[in-house]
């Protein structure tokens, strides 16, 4: 082979390499500006946010907004807000500001499906649109399926053609009820000074505080001679299953669909100030739930605006009876 020839082959060889070079510098190039024009922003805004509505193609999951410094879910009704998991609504947001793009994905929209990033409003759609607004800036994130290697997500800012693939995993709630506060009666179990429950049935039950007796907080009034309760501290457990509240749904009260609930029991809670809380709970419907209501009438607060409804297990917690308290007979 001639030198000519020789020296030919070395230049082809060497603008190859330089043209692979080149091209691979330049998509890490393309992949950094994509990565970092990333929720473009939202990092060092992320403490300002005070607007979160989530969204599937069946419509708004969860909106909430900030008021006066307490987060709020307005999704439930067009007139009444109800206190929102602040818990939950920070850890997305501190998740969203952490999370790193692993890599660039598609950009070609009919391979958005594959990844679980279809437009949200289009029928049958995996995607979840979550959208966050400081009142000056807001973002727009539709997050697709979770990676099949387990590490990371799909997303693509809405309008915008790239996707990419995150570095973490954002739980989202699936339901209207999941990122509601459960903390939301007007007293804890250590404020309870006494319940009276009146069901159906069965006789009326005084549960109140003893004094001074640590094993036995609590007596039954009506407990029968000759029984013994079915463990020490179980009236202080069974009254402590009433709260925090856990309940299935929620719906704003109005008065004339309450008035034609058929109720089977209720109960009544005397506080420690004194005050009283009345909980009327009803009968189950075709779809097995009951409804519960609590009224504050010496106290007035926002819980007695909403209807609550419970499963069997949720309303088990309130229909406490004399079996349940004594030991069984064998």
Do not use: C
């Amino acid at each position: 082979m001639s030198a000519r020839v020789l020296v030919l082959t070395a230049l082809v060889a060497i603008s190859g390499s330089v043209a692979y070079w080149l091209a691979t510098e330049r998509d890490k190039g393309s992949g950094q500006v994509q990565s970092q024009a990333w929720m473009k922003g939202f990092s060092e805004q992320a403490s300002a946010i005070n607007s979160v509505t989530i969204s599937d193609s069946q419509g708004v999951i969860f909106k909430a907004t900030q008021q006066d410094g307490e987060w709020m879910a307005n999704h439930l009704d067009t007139m009444q807000s109800f206190p929102a998991n602040r818990q939950a609504l920070g850890e997305l947001v501190s998740a969203l500001r952490k999370a790193a793009v692993l890599e660039p994905k598609t950009s070609d929209p009919d391979n958005y499906a594959r990844l679980g990033l279809e437009a949200p409003e289009m029928q049958d759609a995996q995607s979840v649109l979550l959208e966050l607004a400081t009142g000056k800036q807001t973002w727009s994130l539709i997050v697709g399926n979770p990676a099949s290697s387990g590490l990371g997500q799909y997303v693509r800012e809405q309008g915008r053609a790239v996707s990419y693939l995150i570095d973490t995993t954002l739980s989202l709630p699936r339901s209207p009820t999941d990122w509601l506060e459960n903390e939301v009666l007007p007293f804890s179990v250590q404020d309870i000074d006494k319940v009276v429950l009146a069901f159906n049935r069965q006789p009326e039950m005084t549960l109140s505080r003893s004094e001074g007796d640590v094993a036995e907080p609590w007596v039954w009034e009506q407990q029968p001679r000759d029984s013994r309760l079915a463990f020490p501290g179980v009236i202080a457990q069974t009254i402590g299953q009433m709260t925090p509240l856990q309940f299935t749904s929620v719906a704003p009260y109005v008065q004339h669909q309450w008035e034609q609930q058929v109720l089977i029991g209720d109960i009544v809670y005397t506080l420690s100030d004194g005050s009283d809380v009345f909980a009327y709970l009803t009968q189950a419907d075709e779809d097995g739930l009951h409804k519960i209501w609590f009224s504050t009438p010496d106290s007035p607060h926002w819980v007695s605006d909403w209807v609550f409804a419970l499963n069997e297990y949720q309303a088990s917690m309130f229909q406490i009876s004399g079996e349940q308290l004594l030991q069984s007979e064998e």
